[in-house]
């Protein structure tokens, strides 16, 4: 499949000493469906490719010289980008991040277990699950550790403190077999 | 289902460097201990010895600096979920701080003419180290900052690294005086008089209001207690905030605009005491209450052991107190610095070191096929057996070096201080055996796609 790539160059901002993370994440959701982004930065941004993985996105990034990078974002085959209105879920097993996630098929409580239990557990189910499935796991805290792994294996994951700030919760959605590590 | 308000949040990587700065950590630990047990420094020497002032930085730079370090760089990250700033600047600031360590080693030797003085040690010392400090604080805070508003337990590691910066400027200004490089009657005054405000930023500030920091939070997560944000953790926040900056801020102004030959940096540092007291009062509490109210009922080695050091905290808060006020604190702050360097610091620094480099071997090994195929869980890094007498005996040469310095007995330190190097050894080499998965059955060593993680270096690629 060949991928039409929007450009954005965050350099000078990164050099101004500014924070491009908000431009990155609008030129991400003006993308079409189909597109991906071509990013250029003075440096390989980790975090980001974690953040664009958890939405669907695989990447090829590529020191370019002068400590420069070149990052390439691709939309996985199975999952069009953030803001994609397209195809009903069923059809298309990852509907946007920003759309309808289905109700979760698997919900947990690993409040009461010590670190890392929780993420063993949620590790050991989310291996047994289908891609496109959801699963739902209350914890005492947020899962940083957690968040890695699941991009590395190509899922993808939402998360928020629950009303009484005590409980976190975290959806992960099974994305399709890994095609390959991060 | 609604997924208003739910975010997607990076997560946290292993930080590569952290298990060479705890390698090295460890060495200057036992180093310390060696010099001690020969009779280097304090008590054999005087509390203001050249022997005692490398003595003093080999722990304080060398070895609770390098731990500190290594430990905020992986889990500053932990306590604010948001990247690190850098992975790169933790090597460079690892080589700064590690060669202003033997700069500054060198230049205290100089003073006690054991080292000729032709090299400028002090002068490279001053610029190594601060640029060392300077790049910790720079990657740290960018982090912090990116990560507004912070948690409470993230507030304490910055005023922790304000207090560094203050005890680093002092540094390089005794540095610099004691090197020749200045004469300015400023900055002789602050050499000559600002000594106990350096120590104060740096044992009470840095390592003291930092460690205090990380533990709310470690603790908590490892005994399954709630979170602390309350009414008594503000205060703990308030109160020694405001006591350091009484302190540094205070204990300047007092030296620069001192009256003839007195200065009233004494009457300062009480005030500061108190206010520092009230502090410890209010963190004593929140401790006692994580203990209580936790869900974990049997805890481990790392948490018990810490319940000791804390409790070490508190008494030598009373001892403090009670020899300010009966005026024997100049006679005896020698043996007081120990068991706050020792007793509650290095003990805290060991026991969480025992969880941490289990818990972060456990990730980079076991991390990637977690799920897809049987592990051994963290305990099984550890025996905790075999460690727990390792670290008894630590305690108790601890609290018998201590008694030995209040009875004034420094054959008696010197054997405490042999038995402290032992016990340390014997906690090493389990560090060691976990980091090696020695303590894991073979045969479950390495399942299929697990990879042997390396003695110093982490590999981020595995998380």
């Avoid at chain 1, 597109?35 to 003075?42: Q, V």
């Avoid at chain 2, 720079?138 to 560094?164: D, K």
């Avoid at chain 2, 941490?356 to 990637?368: R, S």
Wanted: aromatic share 8%.
């Amino acid at each position: 499949m060949t991928t039409a790539f929007v450009d954005l160059d965050v350099r000078p901002v990164l050099r101004d000493g500014g924070e491009p993370f908000e431009a990155i994440m609008n030129a991400v959701g003006g993308l079409k469906p189909g597109e991906g982004l071509r990013l250029l930065a003075t440096f390989k941004p980790t975090p980001l490719l974690h953040v664009l993985g958890a939405r669907g996105f695989t990447h090829t990034a590529k020191e370019i010289g002068g400590g420069d990078w070149e990052v390439l974002f691709s939309p996985a085959l199975d999952a069009p980008p953030a803001g994609t209105t397209a195809s009903p879920e069923s059809a298309n097993p990852a509907a946007a991040d920003n759309g309808a996630w289905p109700e979760p098929s698997q919900h947990m409580d690993n409040r009461e277990l010590e670190p890392p239990e929780p993420m063993e557990r949620i590790l050991a189910a989310v291996e047994a699950m289908a891609p496109g499935e959801v699963l739902s796991a209350l914890l005492c805290r947020e899962p940083i550790f957690l968040f890695p792994q699941l991009a590395k294996r190509g899922h993808r994951w939402r998360g928020a403190f629950e009303d009484d700030g005590k409980s976190y919760k975290v959806l992960v959605r099974i994305g399709a077999p890994t095609k390959g590590a991060l | 289902m609604s997924i208003e308000g739910f975010c997607v949040v990076a997560g946290v990587t292993l930080s590569r460097w952290t298990m060479s700065y705890f390698a090295l950590a460890l060495l200057a630990l036992l180093s310390a201990e060696g010099l001690m047990a020969t009779g280097f420094g304090f008590p054999a020497a005087a509390l203001e010895a050249p022997e005692t002032l490398v003595l003093v930085h080999v722990v304080a730079i060398g070895w609770l600096s390098l731990l500190l370090c290594g430990a905020l760089f992986q889990f500053v990250p932990v306590l604010i979920a948001r990247q690190l700033y850098s992975d790169r600047l933790p090597l460079p600031t690892l080589v700064c701080l590690v060669a202003g360590l033997l700069a500054l080693v060198c230049g205290f030797l100089q003073l006690a003419g054991r080292v000729s003085p032709d090299v400028p040690c002090f002068p490279a010392a001053a610029l190594l180290l601060s640029l060392g400090f300077a790049l910790t604080v720079w990657n740290l805070g960018r982090t912090l900052w990116a990560a507004r508003p912070l948690s409470l337990p993230a507030y304490f590691v910055v005023v922790g690294l304000c207090a560094l910066v203050a005890t680093v400027i002092l540094g390089v200004i005794f540095a610099l005086t004691l090197g020749g490089t200045t004469t300015n009657a400023t900055l002789v005054d602050l050499t000559a008089a600002g000594l106990p405000i350096h120590a104060v930023a740096g044992l009470g500030g840095w390592l003291t209001f930092t460690a205090i920091g990380v533990s709310y939070r470690l603790l908590a997560m490892f005994m399954l207690a709630p979170e602390l944000e309350g009414r008594t953790t503000r205060g703990a926040l308030a109160f020694g905030t405001v006591a350091l900056a009484v302190a540094i801020l205070g204990g300047t102004v007092a030296i620069c605009h001192a009256i003839g030959p007195e200065n009233r940096v004494g009457i300062v540092l009480t005030v500061a005491g108190v206010l520092g007291l009230a502090a410890l009062a209010l963190y004593g509490h929140d401790i006692r209450h994580l203990y209580r109210e936790r869900r974990r009922r049997k805890i481990e080695l790392n948490s018990r052991m810490a319940g000791i050091a804390v409790a070490n905290l508190a008494a030598a808060a009373v001892g403090l107190a009670i020899l300010a006020a009966t005026g024997l604190l100049e006679r005896y702050v020698g043996a007081v610095v120990l068991f706050v360097g020792f007793g509650w610091l290095t003990g805290l620094g060991l026991a969480k070191l025992y969880k941490i480099v289990a818990f972060l071997t456990w990730l980079e090994c076991y991390g990637p096929v977690l799920g897809k195929t049987p592990t051994p869980r963290v305990q099984d890094l550890v025996v905790e057996p075999s460690a727990d007498k390792w670290f008894f005996l630590y305690f108790a040469a601890v609290w018998a070096a201590t008694l030995a310095l209040l009875v004034e007995f420094p054959p008696a330190f010197r054997v405490a201080a042999a038995v402290m190097l032992i016990a340390t050894a014997g906690i090493v080499a389990q560090i060691v055996r976990t980091r090696l998965l020695a303590n894991v059955a073979s045969e479950r060593r390495l399942p299929a796609g697990a990879q042997m993680p390396r003695l110093l270096v982490s590999s981020p690629k595995s998380t």
